[in-house]
């Protein structure tokens, strides 16, 4: 099919649906398509360009998701367009899309991309690495390796962005419901670290119904 083509189906895709639909919606776009990826990618950054349509460019930021297991070009707009948009709806899909990359590539092998991203200069991207493989610990590999999660999700403890922060105290409090005990052995390990006295209280929302002594106990020599 031709690249023209493929915009005009994909405009006829996004057009007009709700958020659930529209993720039903490019993943039918991508299933019909995804032998032929780099055609894909060509027709969706072109559709990007002067696109004023949210859902539009909702559809691209998770359709190149896929798309960038193969293509380079789909994962340099991925890190270099997207984030750039002012919407915050087309940064939660980013975050779509990246969790469909890990899923497409596979969570394991998914492990340095992982970590590019959340170490990213951007931070919408690193945002989007914490926020796409929520909740952690019932993706493939890391439901294995909660550990793993807690450790890559510490190292942004004290970014300087509270949009990041924000995600990762939520992804630590989501971890702190299948995994209180290891989730508060790790909060316990940062706590003399005074940038991250947010994201410990925040990830405490759960923890204080659970393991409300413990939880006492550390907020008291969390550092902030």
Not at 116 to 136: D, I
């Amino acid at each position: 099919m031709s690249s023209a083509s493929l915009r005009k189906e994909f405009k006829e895709t996004t057009a007009d649906v709700s958020v659930p639909q529209l993720r039903k919606n490019t993943a039918a776009f991508w299933k019909r398509h995804q032998a032929d990826p780099e055609t894909v990618t060509t027709a969706l950054i072109g559709l990007w360009t002067g696109a004023a349509d949210t859902n539009l460019r909702m559809g691209v930021a998770m359709t190149l998701g896929p798309a960038a297991d193969t293509v380079a070009g789909a994962m340099e707009f991925l890190l270099g367009t997207v984030p750039e948009d002012s919407d915050w709806r087309v940064q939660e899909s980013l975050a779509k899309g990246f969790d469909w990359f890990c899923a497409v590539r596979g969570w394991e092998k998914s492990l340095p991309v992982i970590e590019q991203w959340l170490s990213h200069e951007h931070h919408k991207v690193r945002r989007a690495a914490v926020e796409g493989p929520r909740v952690w610990t019932k993706r493939p590999y890391f439901a294995d390796h909660p550990d793993h999660a807690l450790e890559l999700l510490g190292r942004l403890r004290a970014d300087p962005s509270d949009y990041v922060r924000k995600s990762v105290g939520n992804s630590l409090s989501d971890i702190s419901k299948t995994h209180p005990d290891l989730t508060l052995a790790s909060l316990s390990e940062w706590a003399g670290d005074p940038g991250a006295a947010w994201v410990i209280a925040r990830a405490c929302r759960h923890l204080a119904r659970t393991r409300a002594e413990q939880t006492k106990r550390l907020l008291a020599v969390t550092k902030g």
